[in-house]
T-cell receptor, first 116, second 117 residues
Framework: GAVVSQHPSRVICKSGTSVKIECRSL??????MFWYRQFPKQSLMLMAT?????????EQGVEKDKFLINHASLTLSTLTVTSAHPEDSSFYIC????????????FGQGTRLTVV | AQKITQTQPGMFVQEKEAVTLDCTYD???????LFWYKQPSSGEMIFLIY??????QNATEGRYSLNFQKARKSANLVISASQLGDSAMYFC??????????????FGGGTRLMVKP
């Protein structure tokens, strides 16, 4: 079964509104979570690395004020797309890394965001 | 049925040797894309190489090449001259449909590659 739950799987929102996406690790603690955006031909692009209890580290070119990331607990990180525009329409995927040494990261199911 | 199958859960390779990581896929779409990613112990996914279903030549990116055999539905990753830093998990992924259709990637189970000095 899924070890990382991402919600919602699909969301349609109006331009100018904000959308929150949740990423939960179900049976492990994740001190680090990653947020990716999927572009059609360019595949997955890392947006930011989220560390529990501290500020996220954003990749170059990713707007911090537009893509707000909160990692308030060891099992939950959220990505909020603020003032969404049609060009923000994409798949957003999280992955969570089990904090125990030698454990790998697991992907969430992804969220398809459509901004109309 | 599994869309993406990676049959090698773990592999060893000697440093400086070449290694092939297997990937087979299953789709009825004529248009699709195949991707390989590297996931080091730090956890993030690093894009390595892409092959489109209509690309006639095998994709190459530095030491990485993709052995694309469309009739067999396989897209094996070849890493030449392995380096210690290549030790990581490797994931094969597929996007079905046209590149601008916004379809999600489907990932295989991954192969853990360990490079021996």
């Amino acid at each position: 079964g899924a070890v990382v739950s991402q919600h919602p799987s699909r969301v349609i929102c109006k331009s100018g509104t904000s959308v929150k996406i949740e990423c939960r690790s179900l049976d492990f603690q994740a001190t680090t979570m990653f947020w990716y955006r999927q572009f059609p031909k360019q595949s997955l692009m890392l947006m930011a690395t989220s560390n529990e209890g501290s500020k996220a580290t954003y990749e170059q070119g990713v707007e911090k004020d537009k893509f707000l990331i909160n990692h308030a607990s060891l099992t939950l990180s959220t990505l909020t797309v603020t003032s969404a525009h049609p060009e923000d329409s994409s798949f957003y995927i999280c992955s969570a890394r089990d904090y125990r040494p030698g454990r790998r990261a697991f992907f969430g199911q992804g969220t398809r965001l459509t901004v109309v | 049925a599994q869309k993406i199958t990676q049959t090698q859960p773990g592999m060893f390779v000697q440093e400086k040797e070449a290694v092939t990581l297997d990937c087979t896929y299953d789709t009825s779409d004529q248009s699709y894309g195949l991707f390989w990613y590297k996931q080091p112990s730090s956890g993030e996914m690093i894009f390595l190489i892409y092959q489109g279903s209509y690309d006639e030549q095998n994709a190459t990116e530095g030491r990485y090449s993709l052995n694309f055999q469309k009739a067999r539905k396989s897209a094996n990753l070849v890493i030449s001259a392995s380096q210690l830093g290549d030790s990581a998990m490797y994931f094969c992924a597929m996007r079905e449909g046209l590149w601008n259709a916004g379809n999600m990637l489907t990932f295989g189970g991954g192969t853990r590659l360990m490079v021996k000095p």
